[in-house]
């Protein structure tokens, strides 16, 4: 890509998912204020901060799960809201933190269930669809639990069957709010493999993680957040050092290029 004109500053990247100065709330506990983010297309951003600064909350408002009381979230230029929810659903596919299974319910049925957006009163069972189950069995790694129902299954299975649910949904935007919860360490770099990978196909990937390490070695864009608001983002080594991980988590570090792939590595200091 060439670069711009000395002096004149680069355009910003284009967008179809955004935030315009958005105040998000639950009653009248104010979680984040006047919030702007752009979402880059084509890439993995990950979003890390403390605990309750307000990461989950932004991903809610993006899939109209969570109205800003100011601001907009819109979509292509049109505010989320202003979408039906199936129309909206082909488009971004979520994963929250806390889902529940319907009792008796097994892994293929379930994970068919992220075809809901593709299906209407008059259509069937497409062949289409059985492409799209078989595919995303095969990607989190739980084809051999096809059959087996899900309440049998370990924490860790279980996610890798609600990731597989939304890859089945086939959006080009995927949000994953903590996608490694309950993953041993040999799955949590396999599934955060594959989200690169799908990046690396066209898709854009925001996910909530809580590993600064791992974020920095898979994503390409990080959002940093704190108490509500956005601190940094920017591209991992352009934004990851010391003084931005003392502001963010309050921890006492140095940042040192991992030896394998290196991307900045966090390493707390006594």
């Given at each position: ?54 990461k ?19 979509f ?29 319910i ?5 994970v ?63 949000l ?95």
């Open positions: 890509m060439t670069a711009p004109p000395t002096g004149r500053p680069a355009a910003p990247p284009a967008t179809r998912l955004a935030a315009r100065d958005i105040t998000l709330a639950y009653g009248e506990r104010v979680v984040s204020a006047n919030v702007d983010l752009d979402v880059v297309d084509g890439a993995f951003t990950a979003i890390i901060g403390p605990n309750a600064c307000g989950s909350t932004l991903l809610r408002s993006f899939v109209r799960l969570l109205r800003p009381t100011t601001g907009t979230v819109s292509d230029g049109r505010d989320v809201f202003g979408y039906q929810p199936k129309a909206i659903a082909r488009e971004i596919g979520f994963l929250p933190q806390q889902l529940a299974a319907p009792e008796n097994a892994v293929r049925r379930l068919a269930r992220g075809r809901y957006p593709h299906q209407s009163l008059l259509s069937t069972w497409s062949a289409e669809d059985e492409r799209a189950v078989h595919e995303a069995l095969a990607a989190a790694g739980v084809e051999e639990l096809a059959e087996r129902p899900v309440e049998e299954l370990s924490g860790g299975q279980r996610q890798r069957v609600w990731v597989a649910m939304v890859l089945a949904q086939e959006t080009p935007y995927l994953l709010d903590e996608p490694t919860t309950f993953l041993d360490i040999t799955h949590q770099y396999e599934l955060l493999a594959l989200f690169a990978r799908l990046r690396d196909e066209g898709r854009t990937v925001i996910a909530v993680l809580h590993d600064i390490n791992q974020a920095c070695r898979f994503a390409d864009h990080l959002v940093a957040m704190k108490d509500g608001r956005i601190v940094a983002q920017g591209a991992p080594a352009d934004i990851v050092d010391a003084a931005l991980i003392q502001e963010v988590f309050d921890l006492p570090c140095v940042v040192v290029p991992d030896p394998a792939v290196g991307t900045p590595m966090i390493v707390p200091t006594p």
